[in-house]
């Protein structure tokens, strides 16, 4: 039984004449919030304009698996319904907020291997599904169950969103194009750009630009001078759930004026492989990347040296598997200041791009996630500080109650953020000799594929 709350709905229109696109999104209840991405091939602008307009009703919406119902398996499975019905608002007062850009977009795999939600706040990923080795599905990424807290949170973790223009940190906000020296803001230690300065591509809103039941493209305008960053650039993320428990991602951009910028985008996916079920840390997984020769050191706050030594016999040596734990406490100091853990770019020197290069498995549910990318380097953090002064509460799909109480909150080295990117600030290290600039000759591509399995 699915309740209809035509929170949601889509009007999707879209033409290509000879020099313009038009997309059209229409994502609101009562019909306020409509933007057009109009892109000019011919002059290089793009514009996004806003207009109200009258939502079709959710059952019109394509390809809506739910229909429009409040997007949250984790509430479902909450209050013993079967995951895929709908639930409705009064069932789960934390996913409330079912308001453009923090609806919830349910999709799942054509054979129902994986099941997942998308925000188009910050295209962010805030569910995904997977079955563990008895066949009962898991969420196995973090997120809010209060979706606004996407848009809000002090504590800033990044959830699961495309991080944009430049994932990553940038020494002292600064790099170089042409002779020509631009500042990004300091919104780390006053000392270095992350993701993208204090308004990244996390805390935009996205507009989509296609859906169907196992996919959807999110679009983002950032504008020329946006953060400090030169030239004008569209963004877009696709996300396609695959038979098999395959999570494909597609991210591209390309610049649409005149100008060069850097550009490095990724997914800031948070993965805890047993969802706080049996198990309470990250530090048991084990993890394999079998090409990651090397790492780039960094100082205490986690900015390049400029050095790239080999991980062979050091704590960043995962050239066969190991479990996290195994040289947890040799890690003192390597994740920045004083602390224990991994916030690091593991370099691979070569790889094929169908060859999984990052294998983690948790133990305790038996899921097994494969990585396979066109990227050449990964980053991985294992929330070392995600307990500082503000405590995050755990999704109720995760043993959370919706309060920060001991246990329930998401606590320091119980997760791993995997971002499958370039090399940390290549920007201002040009004797790596990454190509992190881009123009209108240039475009953007990102890809890379999640495979669940499990092990006995
Ligand atoms: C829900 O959407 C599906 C696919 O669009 C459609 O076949 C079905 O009739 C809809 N159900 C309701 C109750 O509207
Ligand atoms: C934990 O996982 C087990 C085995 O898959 C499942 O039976 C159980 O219901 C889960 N517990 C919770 C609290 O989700
Ligand atoms: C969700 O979070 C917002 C702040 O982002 C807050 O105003 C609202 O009260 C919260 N909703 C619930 C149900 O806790
Ligand atoms: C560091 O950034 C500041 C402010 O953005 C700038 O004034 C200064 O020139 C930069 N220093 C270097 C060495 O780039
Ligand atoms: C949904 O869209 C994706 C991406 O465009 C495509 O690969 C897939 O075949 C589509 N699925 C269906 C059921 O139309
Ligand atoms: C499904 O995935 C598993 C593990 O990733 C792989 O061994 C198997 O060959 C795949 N099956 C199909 C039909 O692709
Ligand atoms: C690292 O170890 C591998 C395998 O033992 C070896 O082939 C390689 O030459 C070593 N690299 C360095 C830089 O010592
Ligand atoms: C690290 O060392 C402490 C103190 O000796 C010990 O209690 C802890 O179990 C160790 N942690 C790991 C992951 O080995
Ligand atoms: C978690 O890490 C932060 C930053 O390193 C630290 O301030 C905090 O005390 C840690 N929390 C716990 C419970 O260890």
Redesign the pocket.
Known sequence: MRSLLPFVSLALSAWNAAAQTTTTVSTAASGVATSTLITSAATGTSTLASSTSTAASAGQTPGFVNNGTVGSYPCAVANGLPALAGTTLADCPDALQPVYPYNAIDLRAPDDSLRASFLPAGAAISELWVKDRNGVFRDIVLGFDNKTNYGTDLAHPYFGPQVGRYANRIKNGTFTIDGETYHTPLNENGRDTLHGGFVGYDRSSYQITSLNSSAVTFALHDPDGNQGFPGSVIASATYILENNATWRIEMDARVTDHKKTPIMLSSHTYWNLAAYNGSQTV?DHIVHMPRVDKYIKTDQYLIPTGEIPSVNGTVFDFQTPRAF?ER??DTLGVCGGSCKGWDSCFVMSSHARDEPVLEVTSPTSGIKMSVTTDQDAIQLYTCNGIKGSRSLPRKRSQGGDGTTDAGKIYDNHSCVVIEMEDYIDGINNPQWNRNQIYSQHRPYHWRAEYRFSTVA
């Open positions: 530090l734990s947890f406490n």
